[in-house]
């Protein structure tokens, strides 16, 4: 049991350049989260699935995207990244019953 | 959701009980109290919730006003691996409100030998 993985770990980027962020459960869950976390500072949404199939905008959706797979599965796509989207990004997933969070180990990505 | 409102700091001895307050004036009947930690950067860990009623666990107690304007973490012997940043949350439990939980700046918990 895994719980929630995160890939890749590590990722340096070019302003423009593109790439996606993995995440994973083998939890059953229903929900699932993405946030970024800037250098010391608190999470914010990004955006949020409740269920296989629905995603809705969280705090800070600006500058991304996101698709859930399938009920395993939700990632973070960056279609054209800025500095400022330099960051950690952490994925979650949601109990059903109390809506514990779990979260990832995170992706730390630098835009330069 | 409510928004909640946290020292940015506290330390604590090694062994000592370590309270860490948290108001949330503006909580609604529906929103529960979450507890969070995160230790240097790993991905936060969760480590208790409640409503109105106090509640406890293997990691530590949750106090909650009668009035539920405000609310206590009580880790009831920290550890130096308790150092960590605490957030406390308030949410809907609903499902249409998935993922409307904020996460503020939390208090970092230094715990010294």
């Known amino acids: 049991n895994a719980g929630v993985t995160q890939t890749p770990k590590f990722q340096v980027l070019k302003t423009g350049q593109s790439m996606t962020l993995q995440c994973a459960q083998d939890?059953?869950?229903?929900?699932m989260y993405w946030y970024r976390q800037d250098p010391g500072m608190g999470l914010r949404l990004i955006y949020y699935?409740?269920?296989?199939?629905?995603?809705d905008k969280g705090e800070v959706p600006n500058g991304y995207n996101v698709s859930r797979l399938n009920k395993r599965e939700f990632s973070l796509r960056l279609e054209s990244a800025a500095p400022s989207q330099t960051s950690v990004y952490f994925c979650?997933?949601?109990?059903?019953?109390?809506?514990?969070?779990?979260f990832g180990p995170g992706t730390r990505l630098t835009v330069t | 959701d409510a928004k909640t409102t946290q020292p940015p700091s506290m330390d604590c001895a090694e062994g000592r009980a370590a309270n860490l307050p948290c108001n949330h004036s503006?909580?609604?009947?529906?929103?529960?109290v979450y507890w969070y930690r995160q230790i240097h950067s790993q991905g936060p860990q969760y480590i208790i919730h409640?409503?109105?009623n106090n509640e406890t666990n293997e990691m530590a107690s949750l106090i909650i006003t009668e009035d539920r304007k405000s609310s206590t973490l009580i880790l009831p012997h920290a550890t130096l691996r308790d150092t960590a940043v605490y957030y406390c949350?308030?949410?809907?439990?609903?499902?249409?409100?998935?993922?409307?939980?904020?996460f503020g700046d939390g208090t970092t918990l230094t715990v010294k030998p």
């Open positions: 979650a997933s949601v109990t059903g019953r109390s809506y514990e969070q779990y």
């Open positions: 939890m059953n869950h229903n929900s």
């Open positions: 699935s409740a269920s296989e199939g629905t995603t």
């Open positions: 503006t909580i609604s009947g529906n929103e529960y």
């Open positions: 409640g409503l109105k």
């Open positions: 949350i308030v949410r809907d439990g609903g499902d249409t409100n998935a993922g409307k939980s904020t």
